[in-house]
């Protein structure tokens, strides 16, 4: 399996708070995704890293901010939690972006706001 | 990524092959298949992936048709642990290379 934690794995907060959600690598891979998955939608790409400090959007990434500091880190940040950000967000890398490259999923992070 | 079609359920019993298939009628020459399988409470897990010819290994086989619009999951031996949402993705690698995640084929095994 590949090296790849999510924490915290559950969190409740109310509207309008902040969160931070963090993905931890140790496969050393150059690209990171931040995915979230709710009911009828499947997964959505919210942002993606291709390097330490370098960032992009993704399909759904209003209300959302990422930092990568270091190889192994890739921070989701809710400015201002709300209550249509409830959801499993799910964090991914990869060793490429090429088409015959695969990516590895972490055990995802269940975050409710109230 | 264009959309790929699979059945929304199929069933197996344990220890049987399973055939999971796709259609991806509109792929372009230099598009990927990949399978994605999402087990209960976890993150989606890489099965297998495959351009033009059939692939196998160790957790399963691709088979991919000579046109290239469709393709077959194969589950040699169903376990109980194979219960699963399996997802056939299209993957072009355009732009954020996001592997867009259709509704999958839920996939239950009968003891």
């Known amino acids: 399996d590949a090296g790849i934690t999510q924490s915290p794995r559950h969190k409740v907060t109310e509207t309008g708070t902040p969160v931070t959600l963090r993905c931890h690598q140790t496969?050393?891979?150059?690209?990171m995704y931040w995915y979230r998955q709710d009911p009828g939608h499947g997964l959505r790409l919210i942002h993606y890293?291709?390097?330490?400090?370098?960032?992009d959007k993704g399909e759904v990434s209003d209300g959302y901010s990422v930092s990568r500091s270091k190889t192994e880190d890739f921070l989701l940040t809710l400015e201002s939690a709300t209550s249509s950000q409830t959801s499993v967000y799910f964090c991914?890398?990869?060793?490429?972006?090429?088409?015959?490259?695969?990516?590895?999923f972490g055990p995802g992070t269940r975050l409710t706001v109230t | 990524d264009a959309k790929t079609t699979q059945p929304n359920s199929m069933e197996s019993n344990e220890e049987e092959p399973v055939h999971l298939p796709c259609n991806h009628s509109?792929?372009?020459?230099?598009?990927?298949i990949h399978w994605y399988r999402q087990l209960p409470s976890q993150g989606p897990e890489y099965v297998i992936h495959?351009?033009?010819s059939n692939v196998n290994n160790r957790m399963a086989s691709l088979a991919i048709a000579e046109d290239r619009k469709s393709s077959t999951l194969i589950l040699h031996r169903a376990t109980l642990r194979d219960a699963a949402v399996y997802y056939c993705?299209?993957?072009?690698?355009?732009?954020?290379?996001?592997?867009?995640f259709g509704k999958g084929t839920k996939l239950s095994v009968i003891p």
């Open positions: 991914a890398i990869s060793e490429s972006r090429t088409r015959s490259v695969e990516q590895y």
């Open positions: 496969e050393n891979h150059r690209y």
């Open positions: 890293s291709y390097g330490v400090k370098d960032t």
């Open positions: 509109t792929i372009s020459g230099t598009d990927y």
């Open positions: 495959g351009l033009t």
């Open positions: 993705i299209r993957y072009s690698g355009a732009g954020s290379y996001q592997l867009t």
